[in-house]
């Protein structure tokens, strides 16, 4: 069974940084793409980045790029979500995912993610 834990969440002024963690465990982390996606309040849950096993491949939806980055560490089995330059409409709880795929794919619904985290939470005050 693939665990998922993130960590790194918290309050952020507008502008500010926040780096989010996931660890992983259960499964060859090497082997499997990763994602984070978030849920704000009353919304529903979205594609935030993806990233490939080897972390040469990755994607963001367009409302973070240039201001996420997403990386990966397979020595340390974790993910990261770099994410600078905050506004207010970024507040959501962040969940990390993992995949039983080495590549991520739009073809399938959550670009392909298979397992899920419980979330943390980052609020961003304005």
């Known amino acids: 069974q693939v665990q998922l834990v993130e960590s790194g969440g918290g309050l952020v002024q507008t502008g500010g940084s926040l780096r989010l963690s996931c660890a992983a465990s259960?499964?060859?982390?090497?082997?499997?793409?990763m994602g984070w996606f978030r849920q704000s309040p009353g919304k529903e849950r979205e594609f935030v980045a993806v990233i490939s096993s080897s972390g040469l491949g990755t994607h963001y939806t367009d409302s973070v790029m240039g201001r996420f980055t997403i990386a990966r560490d397979n020595a340390k089995n974790s993910v990261y979500l770099q994410m600078n330059s905050l506004r207010p409409e970024d507040t959501a709880v962040y969940y990390c995912?993992?995949?039983?795929?080495?590549?991520?794919?739009?073809?399938?619904?959550?670009?392909?993610?298979?397992?899920w985290g419980k979330g943390t939470l980052v609020t961003v005050s304005s």
């Open positions: 259960g499964r060859t982390f090497s082997n499997s793409a």
């Open positions: 995912a993992a995949s039983n795929r080495a590549y991520f794919t739009d073809n399938l619904p959550n670009y392909g993610m298979d397992y």
